[in-house]
């Protein structure tokens, strides 16, 4: 019985999603320009299910610094800071302190949940599909939104 | 030659996932004294959720208390926050619960047979048993958003609805198991291999099983009929009024070894099939939530007294989370959660004892404790004070000689 299973699993191809390369690359930033150049083919990975729960993206300007997100967080990944923009746009002294709230987030410590997502109430923030997060840098700039 | 040695095994060791110690006192090959020590890890999960988190963070908290259950520890909590709330759950709420714990089931004890295969040198079978599983993590990965934590649980309800296109999807994947269960039980139950490294290794009689407080499939396997499903329905099982299932259901007669274990969790499988099945089926429209507005629900929590207790029959047994609230205070005042894996460990001593070396991490893993961490084994030579350390591989290496011997001499 399990022989024959066998026997047909070897002419079956298998089921991984060989995700970048066929063969893993030894440097994937070097493989990353290889593909950009035009020299290698990237494998596409497996296409993400609907409302899938990747990096945030976070409206900045619909925003009014309710902080509820920042309750709601089980993994204390969101920092509620002064809006910046409006810092440098009304640059008198004492302006900090009057400047609207916004809010940061650590991705590295996200948990993808998305309760925050559930909680805003001006639904300035959602899920995208973006899932390549790996870094060494966990503050990485690409790791904290909204971006510099 | 009348000299008897002890190895220690863990705290971070061998077939096993949590860390625990395992002292055995072999004599030869055969272990003639067991002692087991728990509580080597404490991740201060419960300090979290009564000193930093609110209510709705310690849904996610509890939900990374294991990897693999990560429905029946949020449903549990949740279920004893509503009972210390008063809050009323919507009843398709109460269905798609329902169907998230059996999907949970299905793919948790295709995993645990999948490892069995493993610790006992048959590796075919391991690969193709989780090959079928990869189904039903697509199924929940298309359900809940992820494959592993599904962040589906929300105190009064669930987060997700299931579509008319999930529906069609999960009937699909359900007709796959169907088809397929055949294939798993000819495998698994008719397998020479299997039959004579696992028929009567690691007995637990059911006064032991009674004694010890075993729990879930452990506890069936040694012919105790219990349940929580049954016992004390919670969701929607209820509605379908879920049967304990133990061996004698299959052949007739109860052993209490691990191949018991295995044909009560192949059985459960397909049990959890049905169940899905029949839900899909007669699932009512409605609400999902029973407050909507998660600040008015946050505000309702805070203002809350009382304590509630919750009761999920996990892949691997009974779990009971007990959470008391306090007004005026967001965090709990007391939460505490007995996982199924406390109550299985203490059956580890019978079912070893009198047993071989190479069989220890197929009776280990045989409770399902989750597994890995199978690293090092010191052997402590008492009276020649003479320690040498077997490795994981080594151990996987005799278990494996052990199959192939039994398989010479069996032909």
Not at chain 2, 94 to 110: D, F, G, K
Not at chain 2, 121 to 133: I, S
Not at chain 2, 225 to 233: A, L
Not at chain 2, 339 to 345: I, K
Request: with cysteine; charged share 25%.
């Amino acid at each position: 019985m399990m022989m024959n299973e066998v026997w047909k699993l070897l002419f079956k191809k298998p089921k991984t999603n060989k995700f970048p390369a066929k063969y893993a690359p030894k440097n994937v930033h070097h493989f990353l320009r290889r593909v950009q150049s035009g020299k290698a083919k990237l494998v596409p990975p497996v296409p993400t299910p609907p409302d899938f729960r990747g990096k945030i993206k976070y409206d900045i300007d619909s925003c009014v610094g309710c902080g509820l997100c920042a309750q709601v967080c089980p993994s204390k990944a969101i920092e509620i800071v002064r809006d910046k923009k409006w810092i440098i746009m009304h640059c008198k002294e004492g302006a900090t302190l009057a400047a609207p709230l916004k809010i940061k987030i650590y991705v590295s410590r996200c948990v993808f949940c998305a309760q925050c997502v559930d909680i805003c109430p001006r639904k300035c923030l959602q899920m995208s599909d973006e899932f390549l997060l790996a870094n060494e840098n966990k503050l990485d700039k690409s790791l904290i939104v909204p971006g510099p | 030659m009348n000299e008897s040695y002890t190895i220690p095994i863990g705290p971070l060791h061998p077939a096993i996932h949590e860390p625990i110690t395992l002292k055995l006192e072999v004599s030869g090959e055969r272990i003639v004294g067991v002692d087991v020590f728990c509580s080597q890890v404490h991740r201060g999960i419960e300090w979290i959720g009564m000193n930093r988190n609110n209510a709705i963070q310690s849904i996610y908290l509890a939900e990374r208390v294991c990897g693999i259950c990560n429905i029946c520890h949020p449903l549990c909590m949740v279920q004893a926050i509503e009972k210390a709330a008063e809050i009323e759950v919507p009843e398709r709420a109460e269905y798609i619960r329902t169907i998230m714990a059996e999907l949970e089931r299905i793919h948790s004890h295709l995993l645990w047979a999948g490892v069995a295969a493993h610790e006992i040198g048959f590796d075919t079978v391991f690969h193709y048993t989780w090959a079928l599983r990869e189904n039903v993590m697509d199924l929940i990965e298309y359900l809940t958003g992820n494959r592993v934590t599904k962040a589906i649980m929300m105190i009064g309800g669930v987060r997700r609805d299931i579509k008319e296109e999930g529906a069609k999807k999960i009937k699909e994947g359900m007709k796959f198991y169907l088809e397929n269960f055949k294939k798993i039980e000819e495998i698994y139950l008719h397998d020479p291999t299997i039959k004579m490294r696992t028929r009567d290794v690691g007995i637990l009689t059911k006064e032991d099983a009674l004694k010890l407080c075993a729990v879930g499939p452990t506890a069936r396997a040694s012919g105790v009929p219990k349940d929580v499903r049954q016992d004390f329905p919670y969701a929607a099982y209820g509605d379908y009024g879920v049967k304990a299932i133990t061996p004698d259901v299959y052949n007739g007669e109860v052993h209490g070894d691990v191949f018991d274990r295995i044909i009560v969790r192949l059985l459960e499988v397909k049990q959890s099939v049905d169940i899905i099945n029949w839900v899909l089926d007669n699932m009512p429209s409605g609400p999902l939530l029973a407050e909507k507005n998660l600040v008015k629900l946050k505000i309702r929590l805070k203002k809350a007294e009382g304590e509630g207790i919750g009761r999920v029959e996990a892949p691997r047994g009974e779990d009971i989370h007990y959470v008391r609230l306090k007004a005026g205070e967001e965090p709990f005042l007391s939460w505490k959660i007995r996982a199924p894996t406390y109550n299985n460990v203490l059956p580890w001593i019978p079912m070893l004892l009198g047993g071989q070396i190479a069989d220890v991490p197929i009776v280990a893993a045989s409770t399902d404790p989750c597994m890995s961490c199978l690293n090092r084994v010191t052997v402590v030579d008492t009276d020649k004070k003479k320690e040498f350390e077997i490795t994981k591989e080594y151990m996987h290496e005799l278990s494996v000689r052990k199959t192939r011997r039994l398989m010479r001499n069996g032909r």
